[in-house]
Structures are given as C-alpha cells and as structure tokens.
C-alpha cells in the first residue's frame, strides 16, 4: 500500500540552529516526492519537488531534501531556521499519469523558538 | 502569475444542507484534484477530473459529487451534510498531470 510517515508530529528548534525534518515512504513505483509548508488556516505551498535526476534537491526559502531510495526517505533539511519558517511540513508522494493523486504525511509542525 | 481559485473562502452551513464549492484552474491547466483536510489532519484525495472526464476517485462520500465543466472549473457538490464534513476543502490543478497547484481552500463549517 502507498503511504508516507513523518515520523516527528512536532518539533521545536531555535532560531538559526539547523533542521531536519524526516519522511519516509512506502510506493510501488518510482515515486515523485515533495515538501509542502502550510501557515495556520492557510494553502499549501510547495517547497520542493523530486521527480529523477539529482537527489538533492534545492527549494525555495532556502529549503533542501534529499532522496534516498535504499533507505525510502526524502528529508527536508534547512540550515538555520527563521521565525517565520514556523508552520506545518507536508511531505507527499505521488506518480505522473493517470492515478496521480497526491498521498500525504500527517504532518510535522514545527516551532521556532528565540 | 495567476494561481487557482476557489470560492468562496468560507461558508458556513447547517446540518442535512447542502453545500457547492467552486474551482477554477490556472489558465490552460486541464487537471484538477480535490482534496478535504479536516482540524489536524493531512489532506486526503477525493476526486480527480482529466479534460472533463473523471480520472480518479478517492475517499470521497456518496453524498458528493464533483464534475468539471467546459471551461475546465471544477464544482464539488455536497448534499446532506454532516458535522464530520467540517473541513478545508483544497482544489489543485496541473497541465496534463503533471505537478500540482494548490487552491487557498474552502473552509467549510457545518453547524
């Protein structure tokens, strides 16, 4: 079956330290992979996207993740985090074609702390 | 650059009413996906149109029903409603499939 896990419900890190943020997923194909970042009551912005190619992938708000296929993860990663990065990360797989809806995670919120 | 648009951004409505939420997709783009995210939850896919046509079908209640239409918007009928239908209902729309954008979502609230 398709699923993602994050396994982190909640996170709290302090302003300019480092973050990870962790996802795993279970696919039968070759999977497309993204990050999205959700503000409190708002849409679904995408932060990054992999589809082939480089598994680093680099994305905006200066957010990167990297996919792993021997390991079936693709973590975000940002290397000093600001205020304004507090919200909720989704990570979601999905295929090109036909059956191409999006699965998602359930979520990581993420706290920044001064 | 224009975005997908939903309407309307917040409707509120009663038990066994009904409600209709509107789409309309990024220029050119012939795809559009629903998806409802109820309080702290992911979002979870409920139907998918490919040129009019519906490609997928997820989660979504008999009580629903969705088409799209010539100009490629999109409508998500919902009848009968239930307190558990409370949710924010996202569109997204890509061009042949491809990546997805997101609508600002419908905050539906049934009282």
């Known amino acids: 079956a398709q699923s993602v896990t994050q396994p982190d419900i909640h996170i709290t890190v302090s302003e300019g330290a480092s973050l990870e943020l962790r996802c795993n997923y279970s696919y039968g194909a070759t999977p497309y992979l993204f990050w999205y970042v959700q503000s409190p009551g708002q849409g679904l912005q995408l932060l990054l996207k992999y589809f082939s190619g480089d598994t680093l992938v680099q994305g905006i708000k200066g957010f990167e993740a990297e996919f792993k296929r021997s390991q079936s993860s693709f973590n975000l990663r940002k290397p000093s985090v600001h205020w304004s990065d507090a919200a909720e990360y989704f990570c979601?797989?999905?295929?090109?074609?036909?059956?191409?809806?999006?699965?998602f995670g359930t979520g990581t919120l993420l706290a920044v702390q001064p | 650059a224009a975005g997908v648009i939903q309407s309307p951004r917040h409707l509120i409505k009663e038990k066994r009413e009904t409600a209709t939420l509107k789409c309309y997709p990024i220029?050119?783009?012939?795809?559009v996906y629903w998806y409802q995210q109820g309080p702290g939850q992911d979002p979870q896919f409920l139907i998918s149109?490919?040129?009019?046509?519906?490609?997928d079908k997820g989660s979504i209640p008999d009580r629903f029903s969705a088409q799209q239409f010539s100009d490629y918007h999109s409508e998500l009928n919902m009848s009968s409603l239930e307190l558990g239908d409370s949710a924010l209902y996202f569109c997204?729309?890509?061009?042949?499939?491809?990546?997805?954008?997101f609508g600002p979502g419908t905050r539906l609230t049934v009282l």
């Open positions: 149109f490919y040129e009019k046509m519906q490609s």
């Open positions: 979601a797989v999905g295929a090109r074609g036909a059956t191409n809806k999006l699965i």
């Open positions: 220029p050119r783009h012939d795809t």
């Open positions: 997204a729309s890509s061009l042949k499939r491809d990546e997805q954008f």
